[in-house]
């Protein structure tokens, strides 16, 4: 009988001991100070985020280096192939994103090879013998390349007199290595590129051999010989025919 009573009291301890623990507890928490929410911080400027697309962009200059000097020159035609793209495009045209005559740059484009062949030269100039790069497009980059051209052959050639001044005002006919008229020109008009009148610089439509002939003398003259002249023209240069002389008419 003592032990059971003494078996309960210990366990009535404990309990009593746990419970006075928990009222300690309970009173530390409710005696500290209770911590202010914290304010929600909100942004006082707008910050975007960036999002690449994953596109690329190509930028093609034509230019010529015409007396050495490198100048951009306008109104070339390009073949662009590449990933899931075939297209055409032309110096300032809808696909071209650049108003500068002689630069096209063309935007959107999947990353990858591209395939780029310039179609149609600048007027007065020549297609490059190396006339298709082969690019790469890379995402969120602009990839640039240069096209170079020669300038077309011309010729050049003079009227004088017998003092050896230039005298106005002739019509000479041009003729290509056939032998076939394919050029009338006469000093100063549109296909004379030449400012000092007795004086030609005419554009040739291709590098080859051509014929000179006198067909009409200025007014007031003669030419002294009629004879054709004969000369081989390479793309990019200026080749003189020489100088075609006439003399009075007499009276």
Known sequence: MEKSLLSFDRRALRRASFAVASVAMLAACNAET??????????TSVQPAVMPNGLGSLWLSTVTTEANQKKLIGGAKFSILGPRTSKT???????????????????????????????????????????????????????????????LPHTQFNVRNALNQLVGGATFTIRDGNYTAIITVKDNDAKDIA???????????????????????????????????????????YTSAGTFQVVPLQP
């Open 34 to 43: 209770p911590l202010e929410p914290t304010a929600v911080s909100i942004p």
């Open 89 to 151: 495009v032309s110096d300032n045209d809808q696909n071209d994103t650049d108003p500068t005559w002689g630069k096209i740059k063309l935007v959107g484009l999947l990353p990858g090879t591209w395939n780029v062949c310039e179609i149609v030269a600048p007027v007065g100039y020549v297609l490059s013998t190396q006339s298709c790069h082969q690019l790469t497009v890379y995402a969120n980059g602009t990839t640039s390349d240069e096209f170079t051209h020669l300038i």
């Open 195 to 237: 400012v000092a009148a007795g004086g030609f610089t005419v554009r040739l439509p291709a590098a080859g051999s051509y014929w000179v002939c006198p067909t009409t003398p200025p007014t007031g003259y003669a030419f002294v010989n009629t004879t054709c002249k004969y000369g081989f023209y390479q793309n990019g240069y």
